[in-house]
């Protein structure tokens, strides 16, 4: 196996992907963004912080489209290719450097009346694991579809009560920074698969309550939070428009609303750069 080093600097820009004949996310490269990276036709994988990442392409353009976690600092990161050869039997690597700059997210202080949900009794911790295990193992999953869907619609009607990535206070308590955006909405308000994809997932959590997590294809996975009733099963191929549930408000809430969380390369990034500009 042939192996060959190469750096570069990418600097991508808006105007680099205007004239694309297909859908790709937008680039917003920062802490709970998406670095979309392009990369030679050549190229058969991707690595980002050895994980898969998501690649599209038509017959002249390939692109990379990178999950960055909000933990992310700002800098500088390799991004590890592997390009076959014209007859498929040999390969090499190669490497791309990217730049990852800095996002500010504002603070939201939120008072929980259930106290249990944010400090849990003891004997919920090992229902609270085994509920993350199962949810990780969606997260992590990467089905090799040639072309997933990433042109997502909002999976249902109503005002966004809070954003992607606030640095959440709960009872005056430092928690983890929103990884998903709220849509406020009355309880019975119908949920929509925002994108074709498989259910990978779907159960009663301590946290998120009436939960479904979709499979769009290539590490792209989405969650859906807080349901007052789950309408699918784990296995069901679902098309865009789909009913998945319907808005409630169990698990850790305030009122009624879906939390809808998107994940790439196992990394939460915000929903609205799947959206299409001209929604």
């Not at 004239?19 to 392009?38: C, D, E, K, S, Y």
């Amino acid at each position: 196996m042939k192996f060959l080093t190469k750096l570069a600097v990418v600097a991508a820009t808006t105007a680099l992907f205007s004239a694309q004949l297909f859908a790709l996310p937008q680039h917003n490269p920062v802490p709970g963004g998406i670095a979309v990276i392009p990369v030679p036709l050549s190229t058969s994988t991707a690595l980002f912080e050895n994980r898969q990442v998501m690649l599209l392409s038509s017959q002249k353009e390939k692109y990379a489209v990178v999950g960055i976690s909000l933990k992310t600092r700002p800098g500088d990161y390799p991004l590890e290719l592997t390009h076959k050869t014209a007859s498929d039997t040999d390969e090499h690597q190669s490497k791309l450097s990217f730049k990852v700059g800095a996002k500010e997210y504002r603070v939201q202080r939120l008072t929980i009346e259930n106290k249990r949900k944010v400090n849990p009794y003891k004997e919920d911790i090992d229902r609270i694991i085994r509920e993350r295990n199962e949810m990780n193992k969606a997260f992590k999953s990467f089905e090799n579809l040639a072309q997933p869907a990433v042109d997502f619609v909002l999976p249902a009607e109503g005002p966004i009560s809070s954003p992607f990535g606030l640095k959440r206070i709960l009872n005056d308590q430092p928690r983890n920074p929103h990884s998903g955006l709220d849509i406020a909405a009355p309880t019975g308000t119908p949920i929509h698969a925002p994108a074709a994809g498989r259910v990978t997932a779907v159960g009663n959590y301590f946290f998120n309550g009436n939960t479904v997590l979709l499979d769009h294809g290539q590490g792209l996975i989405s969650m859906y939070c807080h349901m007052s009733e789950t309408t699918v099963a784990v296995g069901d191929a679902l098309s865009p428009g789909d009913l998945i549930g319907k808005v409630g408000k169990t698990g850790r809430v305030t009122g009624p609303h879906l939390h809808w969380s998107v994940s790439l390369n196992n990394a939460r990034v915000d929903p609205n750069l799947f959206i299409s500009e001209q929604q």
